[in-house]
């Protein structure tokens, strides 16, 4: 074991131990918030898995389950569907209060790939991202940008990360849209891969509720190889992966780290190795 690698260990337990100590000052219980949160997420995902690709929970859901799960957490539900299961999706019961003509043109139209809609359950802040599937995968496997549709105004400029870190900056093309806002997310940024959702979800980030035909887990893989093309591209067939990688474009773990479970960036950084080495070899 290298001298790195055994000082993020020794890190990664003394994180492990402070959170956990934290959490019981606070009187705060990760495994009690965890539970209840996904008792909603489940119940929301039995009454629209019918008319769905997929439906996974990304965000703090994804990575932080019984671990970094706080009172004041929220719910972020991916949702992928068939633009043809649209109208059977949106006449459940849970999107009945919101008007989604909007959104719903636009997706049928092909001018847009997603949406989400956000209301609160039992005091909890509940977000789905509604992405149609053909715009998702697109996205994610680097072959067209995606263009969103939200009610409330959005920053004029984007965030992520790159393989080495570094924090950039983009220009989202927002542009009003009948009672809402369109806006885009680019492939590359300059050319190079860059990091935020629903790419996130994939670095380790997820929890999958309900797939029909292994969709997820298989765009998963593709994905992996995808991102890893890119990491190969920019650094070669080597890179240093104590300093550049997708653990390093993950939003979290340059914003909060101690959220991140113990164990979590070898996680990353084991199947960033794996995939090296499956397309090197």
């Known amino acids: 074991m290298n001298f790195t690698r055994r000082w993020l260990n020794i890190f990664g337990e003394l994180k492990d131990k402070f959170y956990k100590v934290a959490f019981l000052i606070k009187g705060m219980d990760p495994k009690y918030e965890t539970a209840r949160r996904l008792k909603i997420a489940q119940d929301i995902a039995k009454q629209i898995e019918p ?15 019984n671990y970094s799960l706080r009172e004041n957490s929220d719910i972020d539900l991916v949702v992928i569907f068939d633009k043809n299961q649209l109208d059977g999706l949106l006449s459940k019961e849970y999107f009945k209060e919101f008007d989604l003509s909007e959104p719903v043109e636009l997706i049928k139209k092909e001018q847009a790939g997603f949406f989400w809609v956000t209301k609160f359950i039992q005091d909890v802040e509940v977000n789905i991202f509604m992405y149609e599937m053909n715009a998702y995968v697109n996205y994610c496997l680097f072959r067209k940008k995606i263009i969103g549709y939200r009610k409330e105004g959005t920053k004029t400029n984007g965030k992520g990360y790159l ?20 806006y885009e997310k680019p492939i590359l940024f300059e050319g190079k891969y860059w990091n ?15 797939e029909k035909d292994n969709f997820w887990k298989e765009l998963e893989l593709k994905v992996w190889r995808e991102i890893v093309k890119l990491l190969i591209k920019e650094y070669g067939n080597k890179p240093d992966l104590d300093k550049v990688g997708p653990i390093y ?11 991140l479970p113990l164990g979590f960036i070898e996680k990353v950084k084991n199947k960033t190795k794996e995939e090296i080495y499956y397309l090197t070899s």
């Open 163 to 182: 393989f080495d870190g570094t924090l950039i900056e983009f220009d989202q093309n927002v542009r009003k849209f009948g009672k809402g806002y369109l």
């Open 196 to 210: 935020a959702v629903p790419r996130n979800d994939f670095i380790c980030s997820y929890h999958i509720l309900h």
């Open 249 to 259: 474009s993950h939003w979290v773990y340059q914003n909060s780290p101690e959220r």
């Open 51 to 65: 008319f769905t690709k997929a439906i996974v929970l990304g965000g703090s859901m994804g990575y932080g389950m």
